[in-house]
């Protein structure tokens, strides 16, 4: 089973607040009078102005335009605007709400969640950049930081949100979603490569060829695999005594893959000719696939999953709630 990652609820910006809850919060709403003048949408008297929303929209087009061909913007174009004006009326009825309950969010709080945006960030991807990219200024960034934890406040207040998953609840999903639980066939495999170039003819490929036939004699006669791979490999691996660790199927080239699989364990295969040169392969370990027993670790994460959708549906049945008794006028923008 993946790992199953924690709900968070506090995001970059608002429309992330709420898509990151899971599922989708948004609903159609109707229509009931016609809003205020220059406005295209009003909350409990909260308006959304036609001068805001075009700012919004010229914001996220800004972001995806260079992203997809125009005949498919524009048929998402739609989508779009029915996405600010669902993020302006679910910001603006949970702004309320919070502010009703009387929720606060300590400096500590701030930047924990802050914290927690930059180490979900891509590798090398900075904070900084992201903002940019998204045309997010550092105050408004700190203002929806600040809104999600009070959000993430108030969800947890609601009984359901804090509801701890039964032993049965998680024997229970875990006996209906077993598929989920499976470790695939694996192998741990150590290799020596003798590097191919691009430009290498027939007889630099002869050379090679030989080479790492005559590496596997010596390991045949009882040479040690990782001083040959440390002299000798052209991969990185050679720092590890040629070592590539578990993999399952797909995860290497065909050639690799297939001799891998097939091999018996400890047995220095034949010469094995991929992209990438040529390798002799040894099979440390070879595991089948099975299913992975509901122990502690397993129970934990179930047990972390349930959680998150418990969360997830106090969440949106906290929203239905606060839609069901707000005046909620949209025009048709």
Do not use: C, W
């Amino acid at each position: 089973m993946s790992k199953i990652s924690k709900l968070q609820i506090f995001a970059l910006t608002v429309s992330l607040v709420f898509s990151q809850m899971g599922g989708n919060p948004r609903h159609a709403f109707a229509s009931k009078a016609p809003p205020a003048t220059g406005a295209i949408a009003e909350v409990n008297g909260v308006k959304f102005t036609k001068s805001q929303f075009d700012t919004e929209m010229n914001r996220k087009l800004a972001v995806i335009k260079n992203q997809m061909p125009p005949d498919r913007l524009q048929k998402i174009m739609p989508e779009i605007k029915k996405q600010i004006l669902d993020d302006f009326v679910i910001r603006t009825l949970l702004s309320q709400e919070v502010k009703r309950m009387k929720i606060s969010a300590s400096e500590q709080e701030i930047t924990e969640a802050t914290e927690r945006v930059k180490s979900g960030l891509p590798p090398g991807a900075t904070l900084e950049d992201l903002l940019k990219k998204n045309d997010i200024s550092k105050d408004k960034f700190r203002e929806e930081v600040t809104l999600g934890v009070k959000i993430n406040k108030l969800v947890l207040s609601q009984p359901l949100a804090m509801a701890k998953p039964t032993d049965k609840e998680i024997s229970k999903y875990y006996q209906e979603n077993k598929e989920k639980f499976k470790a695939p066939e694996a192998v741990h495999a150590r290799h020596i490569l003798i590097g191919k170039k691009p430009g290498d003819d027939d007889k630099a490929k002869s050379e090679k060829k030989a080479k790492a036939e005559m590496l596997r004699k010596q390991l045949l006669e009882g040479g040690d695999f990782v001083d040959l791979a440390a002299k000798n490999s052209d991969d990185p691996s050679k720092n590890t005594g040629g070592d590539l660790g578990s993999f399952s199927r797909g995860q290497m080239v065909k050639p690799f893959e297939d001799a891998a699989f097939s091999q018996k364990v400890n047995a220095i295969g034949q010469v094995v000719e991929t992209d990438f040169g040529y390798h002799i392969i040894q099979v440390l370990s070879h595991s089948e696939a099975k299913v992975i027993a509901l122990d502690k670790k397993i129970r934990d994460e179930i047990g972390n999953f349930l959680q998150q959708q418990k969360r997830q549906e106090a969440f949106n049945e906290m929203l239905k709630k606060l839609r069901a008794k707000a005046t909620i006028i949209v025009s048709g923008q």
